[in-house]
């Protein structure tokens, strides 16, 4: 019976999970395509010392400790995972423990002892976030959901920690009783000496249901958390590691060039163009003005963002009171991806348009629109506010450029609306007349005779 | 001195040993000048040979495309580029870190490769090879806080040389609480320095001038035209001006050369 039920809850989980996560892998390929291949012998060295070494993190020691506690516990349970897996499907008890003998004593051990680390890192946050309020975490962008979804996870880190110790203090104490079917996982480091203390007293039928109340908390909250995560920002714990991988190697200093205007600006000074024109016919748009005209990995960046907000703490404008805060920026291109993911999906030919108006069968991320942008979620006041000074970027422990979507959109507001702040208009003049930022009437060479 | 141009040392079929950028703050900032000034004493002095661009020089064009546009950015980079390789120019000199980065870093995709280096990492080489010698004097003991430019710093990873150049002077080097890696921005970059601030509680410059007054140094020590601007107007706002000074460090090289 609990057999069935095992099988019927995990496929059933499987397959939602598949189904959100196809959703939001096609949600990141609606972003255009950017050569983030090479170098892999770099990549690889950023997952190992950023991704799983967690270099990044230790900017900051106390969140980094903690935070490193509730890691290191979820990356050893998942060998418990495995194993309640195999118990599940197979109406086994402890398959592993026969086999791995003391090995299997000190895998358990170190999970009860990580586990307990990340109880501690659970309070600790629940601590920092509702009553210390550090201020990066209590920031406005994250009222609301972001808020709640944060505390829906520590939560559930409680429930599965809860689920780990009753599971294996029971049995630890069912050990003594039944020692047939229940197999020794020898002197485990915390619940062979709390279970007895806690369950000693209880009889044998109410200490199976306890175990096997405990196992099956243990299991519902990972299956819970599959569930949850297409919808949660702690998608990190996956993505984190493609996200790290694909994150660029070239420079901070060089912004992405674009040949797509070099015939023109060639043309225009005289200088032979090896650069083909771009224009077909009609005028082309340049930059980002939705998530179509950014790149997968800038997408891929929003979905890997955890909201911690370390890059929004360093932002001068955001210290200094500007509405800029870089992690809005991401929450705002996942949001806005989740909404044109959902529209497309739904195949409501409302959302489709084309330019020659001929009649549209099928909506696709090629003729859809449904009026709104990337400027409907982000304010001019909030991309002309950056100093492109790459705080945001060098704080970010996953390796997100909150500066290059910013920098799209400008783009896309000067090249394409011929808009942005007018205070930049005279410098651009100058440029474009004088070759100086600012219109001057002496000779750039000038100061050479006072010297 | 003298200071020639490329197109006056090659008329004369002289090889320079490098092309100093001198950049638009450079050319025409009367207080960015006096850094020009200083550091191309510092070159004579060094027996450097030298040329700049002068007027065949323009904006990198890094204001223009961190504002967004594309277009004014390649049309000046690539006269630059064309004017560059037209000198055969191999290695290039400049005082403002955002000439430094773009001609750095944005240039070789539109043609132009050149080895760049910033005049402090250049005086760093000089003072290493013995070209130059200084002694602490003026700065001996004084206490001194640097600002790392975000484009010299966090985007072109240099936080040494210039400390390096300021453990030389023998200064008392106080590092403000958000230095190196998380050093906080002037205010200036990404074209902030050509318009006014978006709305908000409080200036960049000023965040950052309190920051500095608060290792209670009385030189503040930068590698950047608009930097210095940024934190001495700082400095005004906070009545400070007469009490603590912004100086770039070539300025404080020059005034302790041997």
């Not at chain 1, 997100?400 to 910013?406: A, H, K, R, V, Y």
Request: net charge negative.
């Amino acid at each position: 019976m609990q057999q069935i039920i095992f099988i019927l809850l995990f496929g059933i989980t499987s397959f939602f999970a598949y189904r959100q996560f196809s959703k939001i892998y096609r949600n990141i390929m609606l972003g255009k395509a950017t050569d983030r291949s090479g170098d892999s012998a770099a990549r690889w060295q950023n997952v190992v010392l950023v991704a799983f070494g967690q270099k990044k993190m230790f900017k900051n020691w106390i969140p980094a400790i903690f935070h490193l506690f509730i890691y290191v516990a979820f990356l050893f349970t998942q060998i418990e995972l495995i194993e309640i897996i195999i118990d599940g499907v197979f109406g086994v008890h402890r398959f592993f423990a026969p086999f791995l003998g003391g090995l299997y004593t000190l895998i358990i051990s170190s999970i009860e002892v990580l586990s307990l680390l990340a109880l501690v890192a659970t309070f600790v946050f629940l601590y920092r976030r509702n009553l210390l309020k550090v201020p990066r975490l209590v920031k406005s962008e994250l009222n609301g959901w972001p808020k709640l979804d944060a505390n829906i996870i520590l939560i559930g880190e409680l429930l599965l920690v809860t689920g780990i110790f009753t599971m294996n203090g029971a049995d630890s104490v069912l050990q003594w009783i039944d020692p047939t079917h229940y197999p020794s996982t020898g002197s485990l480091a915390i619940s062979s000496w709390v279970g007895p203390a806690v369950f000693g007293g209880m009889e044998p039928e109410s200490l199976m249901l306890t175990e096997r109340i405990g196992w099956w908390l243990h299991l519902m909250v990972v299956l819970g958390f599959i569930t949850y995560l297409p919808y949660s920002k702690h998608l990190h714990i996956f993505l984190a590691f493609p996200n790290v991988y694909f994150s660029k190697l070239t420079s901070r200093g060089e912004m992405e060039n674009m040949p797509e205007i070099m015939h023109e600006v060639k043309s225009m000074l005289g200088i032979e163009s090896d650069v083909p024109p771009s224009t077909d016919g009609e005028l082309p748009e340049f930059g980002a003005k939705d998530i179509f005209d950014l790149s997968w990995a800038n997408i891929l960046n929003a979905y890997t963002c955890t909201e911690c907000g370390r890059c929004s703490a360093v932002c001068p404008a955001n210290i200094t009171g500007k509405k800029l805060s870089p992690r809005k920026i991401m929450m705002d291109i996942r949001d806005r991806a989740e909404e044109v993911g959902k529209n497309i999906a739904s195949g409501d030919l409302k959302y489709a348009k084309t330019k020659d108006n001929t009649e549209i069968k099928t909506l696709t991320a090629d003729n859809y629109d449904d009026g709104k942008s990337l400027f409907d979620y982000i304010s001019r006041e909030e991309l002309h506010a950056c100093t492109t000074c790459n705080a945001c970027v060098e704080a970010c422990p996953v390796m997100i450029d909150p500066l290059e979507p910013i920098l799209k959109m400008r783009r896309y507001e000067i090249l394409t609306e011929s808009a942005g702040p007018p205070d930049w208009t005279p410098m651009f003049t100058a440029m474009e007349n004088g070759g100086c930022v600012w219109q001057m009437p002496v000779e750039r060479e000038a100061w050479r005779e006072e010297i | 001195m003298t200071v020639k141009t490329m197109a006056e040392v090659s008329a004369s079929g002289i090889e320079v040993e490098v092309l100093f950028w001198v950049g638009c703050a450079g050319s025409f900032d009367a207080r960015a000048q006096k850094v020009t000034k200083a550091f191309s004493q510092l070159l004579e002095k060094a027996g450097v040979s030298f040329a700049i661009l002068g007027n065949e020089e323009m904006c990198t064009g890094d204001p223009a495309r961190r504002a967004g546009n594309e277009f004014i950015f390649q049309m000046l980079a690539l006269q630059n580029i064309n004017t560059l390789n037209m000198y055969g120019v191999k290695k290039i000199v400049t005082a403002c870190p955002h000439c430094f980065n773009t001609l750095k870093n944005e240039y070789p995709a539109l043609g132009g490769n050149y080895e760049v280096v910033h005049h402090t990492q250049f005086l760093q080489g000089l003072l290493n090879d013995g070209r130059l010698k200084v002694e602490g004097g003026a700065f001996k003991g004084k206490k001194i806080t640097y600002h790392d430019s975000c484009y010299l710093g966090r985007i072109n990873g240099e936080y040494e040389a210039p400390r390096h150049l300021l453990a030389d002077l023998e200064a008392d080097l106080v590092e403000m609480k958000r230095c190196k890696t998380t050093g906080l921005c002037c205010g200036a970059g990404g074209a902030q320095m050509f318009k006014e601030d978006e709305p908000g509680d409080k200036r960049i410059n000023i965040e950052r001038a309190e920051e500095a007054l608060s290792t209670d140094a009385t030189i503040v020590a930068a590698n950047c035209p608009f930097c210095i601007t940024m934190i001495t107007d700082g400095m005004k706002a906070k009545d400070k001006q007469d009490d603590v000074m912004v100086m770039d460090i070539s300025e404080m090289i020059l005034r302790s050369v041997k």
